[in-house]
């Protein structure tokens, strides 16, 4: 592996929680195998804890990011849970904490990688260049450098680089991409049409009325990219949750112990406590939901209206 294939994998959240998680399952199936169809008790132990110790990595160092940011996440929390798991020997609790954990992590990162995606597909409905009419002559300039009301030419089977309104010209006009309907529209003089969108048979001239980021396309664009950071009340109710439940849990563990003196009793209850599955299922699913309604054509504005 070259080192910048290394670096790659270290800075791609997906990449890597992907190798961690198929890492860890593969030592966790050869820990299964190794138990029951070679009776090796102590060599399955052996896996379950490198697997354990594989998954839990990525979650120590994200623990431990939000701990010098004086938070109290929930990566905490089963951090010392599969670390005291360990320490007790209930090497399997350890290792499905962890897995599950990074599991989840690595769906939620290759949810947002396929958003990523349906972004890209987005901007590519828009054309990088147009024709615009300067001085009398025809330029061809950068689509970003239209300028407000300048007058654009629209020819047959070219994408509108702008949104604007029809100066002079007669055509049917694909909007499917932004506008959802499947059907061409006739677009004539006075009609709006919006970037992104396909002129199929006739030429038309066009005044800008919207250029750069003023765009519908543009608007679309940001919009799905801040509903990714939108969070729904469930989500926001999950967090304020974790935030609370892991130094409580954390304390009653503490509390156990110097009530008992059971040390495998306060490291149990921290295994036990761990809502991993509970945290992460909101955001995954809000940013599933979002990502695959864009992929789809709908546009939804946050987590908040998908719920």
Excluded: H
């Amino acid at each position: 592996m070259s080192m910048n294939s290394v670096k790659r994998w270290m800075e791609d959240p997906k990449l890597r929680r992907q190798a961690l998680t198929l890492l860890s399952g593969t030592l966790i199936i050869l820990s299964l195998a190794a138990r029951y169809l070679a009776g090796l008790a102590s060599v399955a132990d052996s896996l379950l804890a490198a697997a354990a110790v594989v998954a839990g990595a990525d979650i120590v160092v994200r623990a431990w990011t939000n701990l010098r940011n004086k938070a109290f996440s929930i990566e905490l929390l089963v951090s010392i849970a599969f670390i005291g798991a360990l320490v007790i020997g209930e090497y399997w609790e350890a290792a499905a904490v962890t897995f599950l954990f990074i599991f989840g992590a690595y769906l939620e990162a290759r949810t947002l990688s396929k958003t990523r995606e349906v972004l890209g597909q987005l901007l590519d409905l828009a054309p990088t260049t147009a024709v615009v009419m300067r001085g009398g002559q025809q330029v061809e300039v950068l689509a970003s450098e239209v300028a407000q009301d300048e007058i654009l030419l629209i020819e047959p089977g070219a994408k509108v680089p702008v949104d604007g309104l029809v100066l002079d010209g007669f055509s049917a006009v694909d909007g499917s991409a932004i506008t959802g309907d499947s059907i061409p529209e006739e677009k004539g003089s006075g009609d709006a049409v919006y970037a992104g969108t396909l002129n199929q048979n006739g030429t038309l001239k066009v005044s800008a009325t919207g250029v750069g980021a003023d765009t519908t396309l543009a608007r679309i664009i940001a919009r799905v990219e801040e509903a990714q950071d939108e969070k729904a009340p469930t989500q926001r109710f999950i967090e304020r949750f974790a935030r609370w439940y892991t130094p409580f849990i954390i304390v009653l563990s503490i509390g156990a112990y110097l009530i008992t003196r059971d040390i495998e009793l306060a490291l149990t209850l921290l295994v036990i406590g761990c809502p991993g599955a509970l945290v992460i299922s909101t955001p995954v699913s809000i940013v599933a939901g979002i990502g695959r309604a864009a992929k789809k054509g709908i546009l939804i504005k946050g987590g908040e209206y998908l719920e």
